[in-house]
Nanobody, 118 residues
Framework: QVQLVESGGGLVQAGGSHRLSCVISGSLDEIDIMRWFSRSDKKANEMVASITPGGDTNYPRSLKGRFTISLDKAKNTMYLQMDRLTPEDTAVYYC????????????WGQGIQVTVSS
């Protein structure tokens, strides 16, 4: 099974941009989909972006255009580029990798805090 480690959290000014990274230890070949989630006091787990190893991406309508997910297979690293941040984006962000099927699993990173100041 893969292991995930996020990095890049911190304090950001409203209106600014920030990028999170998620290093994947293990083979991407066994992963069917990868996602970024956010969790805050105001919102339960919210999926903010997803990507397949083939590069298909998906976003909730509310975030489309502000958040961009990408996957660098050479570095086994997934990214979340966040633009035009608002205080409402303040949350703990988690990366997730899922393998479907009978031997499937869902792995989570440890979570990383992003705080957007007004």
């Amino acid at each position: 099974q893969v292991q995930l480690v996020e990095s890049g959290g911190g304090l950001v000014q409203a209106g600014g941009s920030h990028r999170l990274s998620c290093v994947i230890s293990g083979s991407l070949d066994e992963i069917d989909i990868m996602r970024w989630f956010s969790r805050s006091d105001k919102k339960a787990n919210e999926m903010v972006a997803s990507i397949t190893p083939g590069g298909d991406t998906n976003y909730p309508r509310s975030l489309k255009g502000r958040f961009t997910i990408s996957l660098d297979k050479a570095k086994n690293t997934m990214y979340l580029q966040m633009d035009r941040l608002t205080p409402e984006d303040t949350a703990v962000y988690y990366c997730n990798a899922q393998k479907n099927g009978l031997m499937g699993y869902s792995k989570w990173g440890q979570g990383i805090q992003v705080t957007v100041s007004s």
